[in-house]
């Protein structure tokens, strides 16, 4: 059983940075698949960045949003750069260890003047 643990949410003014952090109770060392969704309001949880054996994929406007994975740490991090309104969202943790999946309960962000 692994259980995740998102944090670095907040409020943030359009062009600004956050860095999410999702931190796990067990080892993703041999986690397959890992990533970051989110989930705005009144709207589907989509994928924002996936780590897929070993394979990134960034999603939205390239290059602002990077994933990695810390395995020493049991960490994942989302950096996010150049937030516009429309990022705001619960930001969801998500690994996937075999067949098991796994989902934090979120952190919001919020970008807003």
């Known amino acids: 059983q692994v259980q995740l643990v998102e944090s670095g949410g907040g409020l943030v003014q359009p062009g600004g940075s956050l860095r999410l952090s999702c931190a796990a109770s067990g080892s993703i060392f041999s986690a397959n698949a890992m990533g970051w969704y989110r989930q705005a309001p009144g709207k589907a949880r989509e994928p924002a960045a996936t780590?897929?054996?070993?394979?990134i994929i960034n999603y939205g406007e390239k290059g602002r949003f990077t994933i990695s994975r810390d395995n020493a740490k049991n960490t994942v991090y989302l950096q996010m750069n150049s937030l516009k309104l429309e990022d705001t969202a619960v930001y969801y943790c998500n690994v996937r260890i075999g067949i098991s999946t796994y989902w934090g309960e979120g952190t919001l962000v919020t970008v807003s003047s």
């Open positions: 780590i897929t054996n070993g394979v």
